[in-house]
């Protein structure tokens, strides 16, 4: 309508003033075509909703696969696709690119950044992922695991532009996909534990020159000022920290929510935790640290502080605010406002104000939290610490709840029933500070192998869900209890909410009441974010099944109404069966083994710990043989699966005294058989209803 009035105006007035400013200022909220899905979040808003219905609560019942396409890199996969002119583009893990027909699946090209995997084993705090690709005038862009944006022709998949973002010496990485606006291209990385400070950047979409950076932490007040966009405000972040901060980075770096807001002609971004992560470790003595754990607003064009509002002062808990930020016009309390929203980690909802940063409101999503008493509302509903979860002044350790309640997973808005749709997980975890503690090269400060002598608190309800969440009311309307905490959300104006579910399903909700109404088999975990599209005269619900050992392989998956193609049958999951040689090694062999297990190995590598998926190395054959796990562990001959070589942290006598330990282990087991606590498909997503909570999946941290 507003297109409409705006061309007639135009049209009887084009004389008597400017229409072509009239234009400017009614920037659409996004690209208008409805049937395509060219950025990331689906438009500039970030809702990841589509005004396509033909797919709906009605028929989708018929949902059936219409193409798939197998891909066949190894690792985690968080791709949100992207269609443009019928032509669908995917990433995979080591930021490669794959571009397909959008209705036919016929493969068009490839592109393969060349990520040099010796130099992302030092890097990578987390996992080889890629989050997807933005589109900006026939070039689709994306970031690489070693800090470079690239810049390819849609159509033929060939180089138009390649910018580094990172210094190749630093540890940092991409896994967030890019957003654009402005003609810019902005991106963050990942990798705070590794003596960084985090910053925003923003690149020239038609070249790929730098245009603008925003330093999220203050740097080191002796060399003076960074020469950066953040310059004006640093001297303002700095009077939050104390000591000598700099010397660890103090981290920040923002690895995924972006939003780009034409409204307001600003870049909205969430900043990631402190490092290392005990706030007294690094700002002895207090401070709020800014601008760790908060939204910050920055003018898109030149890239200079607008607001920002921390939502973990003082953060401890690896409480990274860079989860997905959405924007939105709701009606609150009888006005219009222009809001942008955000779940994060730390479990709680906010609404803020997106020209102003004022918070409107500012609500907890699950039943208890720890680590904060309530909000300040005089002072911009600032939240108030918990002095007894301060654990590295305490030095007793904290159970804190909730832990990882929403991570990377993208969330989806409907303007329709008004509703944001999330993946929950209501649960707790246990830090132990210990001054300079490392995992691998990263700089935590915490011990990963302790828990605080106090135990865990009882979680009344803990679990995971998928919560419809009214922002208006700050109330939860209802939750669907086969939904998960570990996967994306997409919603239709066909009433549906699409979600990954239970081990490696594909389901579609009611949107306005949470009944389950379909569910497919995928052959590998869905947890990155679906999207839906329009070719021809028909609709397509597109998503991104895999999972580091997915026995049925990882694969892109299109379905439409009536589509009727058949996945190939999953093989069955290989026997876990013990193959370790007889105990070797001394105590003082075990007992540094047994140390380098848990700095190095354990988080990936043990059940009920850590990021899920990979091997249980007590099952492994390559015990057997000293050469053949220093291969591995070493040399990084199974780096191509995501096992990157260690090379940087450990020496081949360090690899023997971890093969020692986990002898000791795997014979353990062989001994008293316990239930596995890991399958090699990778551990089921929904988690039982009832009490234990469940342990994270997401991994210790994420960013
Ligand atoms: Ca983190």
């Known amino acids: ?331 609150i309390d009888g006005q219009k406002r222009h809001v942008v929203m955000q ?77 944001l749709y999330v993946g929950i997980r209501y649960a707790t975890f246990g830090y132990v500070a210990e001054l300079g503690a490392k995992m691998g090269n990263q700089l935590l400060g915490i011990n990963i192998a302790k828990r605080p002598e106090m135990g865990p608190p009882p979680l009344e309800g803990a679990g995971q869900w998928l919560t419809a969440w009214d922002p208006v009311t700050q109330k939860e309307v209802w939750r669907a209890k086969d939904g998960v905490a570990n996967s994306g959300t997409m919603t239709t104006a066909g009433n549906l909410v699409f979600q990954g579910t239970g081990r490696s399903n594909f389901t579609a909700f009611r949107a306005d009441n949470g009944e389950k109404l379909w569910s497919m088999e995928a052959g590998a975990s869905v947890q990155a974010g679906s999207i839906t599209y329009q070719v021809g005269a028909t609709q397509y619900v597109a998503v991104v099944a895999g999972a580091p050992r997915a026995a049925g392989g990882n694969r892109l998956l299109v379905y439409k109404l009536g589509g009727s193609v058949t996945l190939p049958p999953t093989p069955p999951a290989a026997p876990l069966v013990v193959s370790a040689p007889e105990n070797f090694g001394d105590a003082a062999t075990l007992e540094k083994g047994q140390q380098l297990w848990q700095q190095n190995c354990s988080l990936c590598h043990e059940g009920g710990r850590g990021m899920g998926g990979f091997p249980d190395l007590r099952y492994s054959a390559l015990l057997q043989s000293d050469a053949a796990f220093k291969a591995v562990v070493i040399d990084g001959v199974l780096t191509e699966n995501g096992m990157l070589s260690f090379a940087k942290t450990l020496k081949p006598q360090d690899a023997e005294s971890i093969r020692a330990w986990v002898t000791k282990l795997a014979n353990d087991v062989r001994n008293a058989p316990p239930a596995p606590t890991f399958g090699p498909a990778g551990p089921p997503q929904a988690a039982p209803a009832t009490t234990p909570p469940p342990a994270p999946q997401t991994g210790l941290h994420s960013g």
């Open 343 to 419: 779940l994060p980690k730390d479990g709680v909802s906010y609404v803020i104000d997106a020209a102003t940063g004022k918070v409107i409101s500012a609500k907890l999503v699950v039943p208890y939290a720890n680590w904060l008493t309530g909000f300040d509302k005089e002072n911009n509903w600032k939240p108030i610490i918990n002095p007894d979860s301060n654990y590295g002044k305490t030095r007793k350790g904290w159970f804190v709840t909730p832990f990882q309640t929403h991570v990377w997973y993208p969330q989806s808005f409907n303007p329709q029933t008004g509703l």
């Open 1 to 331: 309508m507003r297109r409409l009035l705006l061309a007639t105006v135009c049209g009887i007035a084009a004389l008597s003033f400017n229409c072509a400013q009239l234009v400017a200022a009614q920037k659409p909220s996004g690209p208008a075509n409805a049937t395509e899905w060219p950025l990331h979040g689906g438009d500039y808003n970030e809702q990841r909703y589509s005004p396509l219905k033909q797919v709906n609560a009605d028929n989708v019942g018929k949902l059936g696969l219409a193409w798939f396409a197998d891909l066949s890199e190894k690792g985690q996969w968080q791709s949100t696709p992207v269609v443009v002119d019928g032509r669908i583009y995917v990433t995979t893990p080591w930021s490669k690119v794959y571009a397909y027909d959008a209705a036919t699946g016929k493969a068009l090209w490839k592109y393969d950044p060349k990520v040099p995997r010796e130099i992302a084993a030092t890097r990578l705090c987390c996992n080889n992922s890629n989050r997807g690709v933005t589109f900006y005038k026939g070039k689709v862009i994306w970031g690489t695991l070693d800090g470079r944006l690239v810049a390819v022709d849609a159509r033929k998949g060939s180089k138009v532009w390649e910018t580094r973002t990172t210094d190749i010496k630093d540890d940092m990485s991409i896994t967030g996909a890019p957003r654009v606006g402005d003609g810019l291209v902005f991106i963050g990385q990942g990798g705070g534990e590794y003596f960084q400070r985090g910053y925003l950047s923003a690149y020239d979409a038609d070249t790929g020159k730098l245009r603008w950076k925003f330093y999220v932490v203050p740097g080191d007040p002796s060399k003076g000022p960074d020469h950066a966009a953040s310059d004006s405000v640093m001297p303002m972040a700095a009077k939050t920290w104390s000591g000598e901060w700099w010397k660890t980075g103090g981290g920040g770096s923002p690895w995924d929510g972006i939003v780009y807001d034409p409204q307001t002609d600003s870049v909205i971004f969430g900043t990631g935790n402190g490092a290392p992560w005990p706030a007294e470790d690094r700002s002895p003595g207090g401070g709020d640290n800014l601008f760790i754990a908060s939204i910050v607003s920055l003018d898109a064009k030149t890239g200079q502080y607008r607001w920002h509002y921390q939502a973990v002062p003082q953060e401890n808990f690896d409480f990274d605010n860079t989860s997905p930020l959405t924007t939105a016009d709701l009606t």
